[in-house]
């Protein structure tokens, strides 16, 4: 158990449609990072929020956003779904961000993740 | 750019026998490596990682890995394995602010 818990389990939505998912962090941890994983893939970044401010970014469009709270929660949102957004979305939680040029690093834990499937 | 190349995706090996995971990584700076697991239907679990210090690092579930700088490796081993070990193993490389992970290698453990 890594006390970081996503909504909704699995969603299933329609080209064009829009989608919030939900994550809440450990208490305590300033950053959350949002991945996106294909199946049959490793997870590829979209973004990282370290208080509620984004912090760096993937090769992913604008239509992909996201929004960091004070009570450790986190959305990521994506407009205008297409079928390649069918994908587990998992966002991870850590204390203080990483390398962040202060020649330290610090572990990402992982939720469970969201499945979205776009039909 | 950093990136991280798992050169196996699947390996299959019988219950008590020892395993290997081959992980190379491409940086020019100073890495930072770590191992995860992914059991079926689930998110990451952190299995160990290398921030500095030792090459030789031990994790969770009898699990270690050791860094080669010369070879640009992060190989992962477990001297036996067991069939709860059956799962997907990413490695991954931090890259300032977010990880990058290999395509991961399914491990089969068989009776």
């Known amino acids: 158990e890594t006390g970081v818990t996503q909504s909704p389990t699995h969603l299933i939505k329609t080209r064009g449609q829009q989608v919030t998912l939900r994550c809440s962090s450990q208490s305590g941890h300033n950053t959350v990072s949002w991945y996106q994983q294909a199946l049959g893939q490793g997870p590829q970044f979209i973004f990282q929020y370290y208080r509620e401010e984004e912090n760096g970014r993937g090769n992913f469009p604008p239509r992909f956003s996201g929004l960091q709270f004070p009570n450790y929660s986190s959305e990521l949102n994506v407009n205008a779904l297409e079928l390649d957004d069918s994908a587990l979305y998992l966002c991870a939680s850590s204390g203080e961000g990483l390398a962040g040029g202060r020649g330290q690093t610090d572990t990402q834990y992982f939720g469970p993740g969201t499945r979205l499937t776009v039909l | 750019a950093q990136s991280v190349t798992q050169l196996d995706s699947q390996v299959p090996v019988f219950e008590e026998a020892p395993v290997e995971l081959r992980c190379n990584y491409s940086?020019?700076?100073?890495?930072?490596l770590f191992w995860y697991v992914q059991y079926p239907n689930q998110g990451l679990q952190l299995l160990l990682k290398y921030l500095s210090g030792s090459t030789l690092v031990k994790g969770i579930n009898g699990f270690e890995a050791e860094f080669n700088k010369s070879q640009t490796s992060f190989h992962l081993r477990k001297p036996s394995v067991h069939i709860s070990d059956t799962a997907e193993y990413f490695c991954a490389v931090d890259n300032t602010d977010k990880l990058i992970f290999g395509t991961g290698t399914r491990l089969q453990v068989f009776p």
């Open positions: 940086s020019s700076v100073s890495v930072y």
